[in-house]
């Protein structure tokens, strides 16, 4: 195994793809028996954590009411008492919906955009990121503050294990710079910042410091923990792996959760659920080009765009990761993995009702390109994933591939991943929600079903993507290169 990563992989990343890919660990309570839970529950559901909890998708924070925290709530009948941060602006949140986009353009150009028409339409997208940015930084979206009360969904895009214990809305107001009116760079400046203040509490509370202020407000009954992916993901999103810079040491990792974990520990919550990191490698913003390395290697030779075609890409021309580095960034993610295993290992000898979502395991069980295509590449403890009965009966079934159309108002590959290829649609969200409405059930709390034929006719990518997805690749290729929206989006 060492033999097959980069000559520059950290010694600690090496050992730990010397013992073999992660096995997944798919009992909550890995292992581990009952653990009485006690205390207050006067707030039912409180996410911790980064894009993932805050329904980001296609680029931006669009539906924080479709969110896995805020499905769960509607499924248990007490949305009413869940809340959740409100964007609004141009296309509906930041930093660029590529959603409203597309839409826009094909509104324009039809479902075709033909290369005479591309000129045109990068306009038009500069134009659109243009009323972005005009609004959050000098309209409306300018002033706005944190909530005057503590909200549960606790969670800012591109957030890092250690951003919940540091931040506050007074640091983050103090890093908003005076914009610059930019006629060549379009993207909202400071948009990290400007997002988050709609999450934080007014004052100088940190994330975790507003979770324990509602945990000792009459207790929480179930908090969810699910940070750790932006320790890697800019492997993927920037396609280049710097240790300590786009990946996270996993020695950097296990110091940054053991200071979450303590924080944590002083919740005063019933139940907690941890979720394991996913193997960023999986995503279908960087797609694997032509056959896999050997019979039975999860890996391709290099990992490129989406809108980059295998005929087309060059080694030497188009930005890519190799599968050596992959191989090496998901030997890493398997060891912030192991770390956050141990965890709840720890805290359930200690008798904390703590539990492990097994995220990481849930989309390597549906990585099409890895297993599903390829059945000898599949390990042996690996199984197909079992779609609720109203998203398997759909046609396509929904699968990892990058979000295509087919021309006639419907999907032809994709589904559970937005157009940003990193996170998830709808449909997505809802099974997130479900494997944690199995823990809660687990754990005795309240755990009626996610309801996912209402959750499909949410969905608008799944049941009427735009049609010009195969033309506007050209388009979105033209905005990262130009733009660079992809490399600072998140």
Do not use: C
Request: glycine share 10%; net charge negative.
């Amino acid at each position: 195994m060492p033999s097959l990563l980069p000559p520059d992989t950290p010694d600690e990343v090496v050992k730990r793809a010397a013992r073999g890919p992660r096995v997944p660990v798919f009992d909550p309570r890995v292992g581990r028996g009952a653990v009485p839970a006690t205390g207050g529950a006067r707030h039912r559901l409180v996410a911790l954590g980064d894009s993932l909890s805050q329904g980001f998708q296609s680029g931006a924070t669009i539906n924080a009411h479709l969110a896995y925290p805020a499905l769960i709530a509607r499924a248990q009948g007490w949305s009413d008492a869940y809340r959740e941060p409100a964007y609004g602006g141009p296309g509906g949140g930041l930093p660029i919906n590529v959603e409203w986009v597309l839409r826009d353009l094909e509104t324009r150009f039809g479902p075709d955009i033909a290369p005479r028409e591309v000129p045109g339409a990068a306009l038009r997208v500069r134009a659109l990121m243009d009323a972005v940015e005009d609004y959050w930084e000098r309209g409306e979206g300018s002033g706005v503050s944190g909530p005057a009360t503590i909200i549960p969904a606790l969670a800012v895009f591109s957030w890092t294990l250690r951003d919940p214990l540091s931040w506050t809305a007074a640091s983050l107001a103090a890093a908003i710079q005076s914009p610059r009116d930019d006629v060549i760079d379009q993207l909202v400046e400071s948009v990290r910042a400007r997002a988050a203040l709609r999450v934080y509490p007014r004052g100088s509370l940190t994330l975790a410091a507003a979770a324990r202020a509602l945990g000792e407000d009459g207790g929480i009954e179930t908090l969810v923990v699910m940070l750790g992916a932006n320790e890697a993901l800019d492997a993927v999103v920037e396609l280049r792996v710097a240790w300590g810079d786009t990946v996270a040491l996993p020695s950097a990792f296990v110091a940054d959760l053991g200071a979450l974990e303590r924080a944590v520990e002083r919740i005063p919550a019933r139940h907690v659920i941890w979720a394991t990191v996913p193997h960023v490698t999986i995503a279908p913003l960087a797609r694997g080009v032509g056959g896999k390395l050997a019979p039975g290697s999860r890996y391709f030779p290099y990992y490129t765009r989406p809108w980059i075609s295998d005929e087309r890409f060059d080694a030497a021309a188009d930005p890519h990761v190799t599968g050596e580095q992959a191989r090496a960034v998901d030997a890493a993610i398997d060891a912030y993995n192991d770390a956050i295993t141990d965890l709840v290992g720890r805290a359930r000898d200690h008798g904390r009702d703590w539990y492990l979502l097994e995220l990481s395991g849930m989309l390597d069980r549906l990585a099409s390109r890895r297993y599903i295509e390829d059945p000898s590449a599949r390990p042996p403890w690996w199984t197909p994933y079992e779609l609720p009965d109203a998203v398997a009966e759909l046609d396509p079934v929904p699968d990892s591939h990058f979000l295509t159309s087919d021309g006639h108002g419907g999907r032809a590959t994709g589904g559970l991943f937005s157009l940003d290829g990193v996170h998830p649609t709808t449909v997505g969200y809802g099974l997130v929600a479900q494997e944690l409405v199995e823990i809660l059930r687990l754990a005795g709390a309240e755990s009626a079903d996610i309801d996912f034929a209402w959750l499909i006719e949410q969905d608008t990518l799944v049941t009427a993507p735009p049609q010009n997805l195969r033309s506007g690749l050209e388009v979105l290729g033209w905005a990262d290169q130009h733009l660079g929206w992809i490399t600072r989006r998140f």
